[in-house]
């Protein structure tokens, strides 16, 4: 569990490195979508690690940013895009269906969650979830 909340951590403290130099404005559109999600989780898993308060409304601010931003990636991979400095693989147009599944169940698991974590106890099992979902379509979309 700590490695999944480290790794969500760090994928979430490199995500700024990556826009440098990227001018399409799809590209820094899905770029900034994917950004808001790492920022999301970190507020999340910051929380769960104990390195700051728990705080429910916080929590549920997180998880609102997740939906919204995890509703927006099928429509910001319409277009094949792909950047020198892109993460995303070409595979993910040869699988548009399943790849806007993946994004529509860290859509629904982020909305059904919303005011769900009472207690810093519940925060384990929610970060547990959230890694499944990025882990499901990053596995096999992303670089």
Known sequence: MKYRIATLLIAA????FAHTG??????LARMDGMSAIADAVKVIGTMAKGETAFDAEAVDAALSEI?????EIP???????????????????????????KARALETLAA?????????DDLR???????GACKACHSEYRE
């Open 125 to 131: 099992p929610l970060m547990a979830d959230i890694a």
């Open 112 to 120: 059904e969650r919303i005011g769900s974590v009472q207690a810093a």
């Open 22 to 27: 990227i001018k399409n404005e799809e590209v």
């Open 67 to 71: 939906e919204a931003r995890a509703g």
């Open 75 to 101: 429509v910001r991979f319409e277009t094949e895009i792909i950047p020198e400095k892109s993460e995303a693989l070409p595979v993910i147009w040869d699988n548009t269906e399943d790849f806007g599944d």
């Open 13 to 16: 403290g490199t995500a700024a």
